[in-house]
């Protein structure tokens, strides 16, 4: 079980500026993305049970999310790489952010002690930031299951 972790980022917060390297390679900045919805979905790791069934909830959602005008990115310390992998496999239409640095995690408040088997190690908790088209954090789930998750994101996402 992972350890909670405090947030210091709150809704109508400004949303921490990034630039970052997703899946294809190129990169992406907050300012990219500004006027837009955006979900950003921090996971601890690809291809791992919660996480797939957290990314392909975002999949099989992805149309109704577009439509809704948002962006979706999904963010964990993997490679780009690995997300090729993952993303191949599991034919996801968004992208995935490569923070091998933590960079983004540590900005947005995401990345500290976990808990797991008796193990503490430092990770990306599971958390996802609904951004509004202000740049502002309109919504946080830091309490997240991957099986339901996608749907939440969008009834939210129906309210801006």
Known sequence: MAKSIALSLRPGDPAPPFSAVVTDGSQITSKDL??????IYFYPRDDTPGCTKEAC??????????KAGAVVL????DTVKSHVKFTNKHQLP?????????????????????????????GIHRVT?????????ARIWDSV????????????LKSL
């Open 34 to 39: 500004l006027g837009k919805p955006v979900v």
């Open 57 to 66: 909830g975002f999949r099989d959602q992805y149309a109704a999310i577009q």
């Open 94 to 122: 968004f992208p995935l952010v490569a923070d091998t640095e933590s960079v983004l995690a540590n900005a947005f408040g995401v990345w500290g002690e976990k808990v797991f088997m008796g193990r503490k190690y430092q």
């Open 74 to 77: 999904g963010v964990s310390a």
């Open 129 to 137: 930031f609904l951004i509004g088209r202000d740049g502002r954090i």
């Open 145 to 156: 299951k991957p099986e339901i998750h996608a749907e939440e994101v969008l009834e939210a």
